[in-house]
């Protein structure tokens, strides 16, 4: 299944969305094992950097770990 949103929209999309908790079913962090319903979905290498919203450039993660600057486990 290929969803390139590209450089369009930094938003993730709901089809994103869907796909992303279908392939993960969890956080991304190598420790956490909070639900994907529960996450949110993040751009690896950051939109405001270069990065494009699509399925290679996007995780999920739980808010709590990135709040408190948990590193992210890719």
Do not use: M
Not at 19 to 47: D, M, N, V, Y
């Amino acid at each position: 299944v290929c969803v390139v949103e590209g450089r369009a929209t930094r938003a993730v999309s709901g089809r994103l969305r869907r796909i992303l908790e279908l392939r993960g079913q969890r956080c991304t962090h190598r420790s956490c094992h909070i639900p994907a319903r529960r996450c949110e979905a993040h751009h690896i290498l950051h939109w405001a950097e270069g990065g494009t919203t699509d399925l290679d450039n996007s995780n999920l993660f739980y808010r709590w770990r990135l709040a408190h600057g948990d590193p992210v486990g890719l």
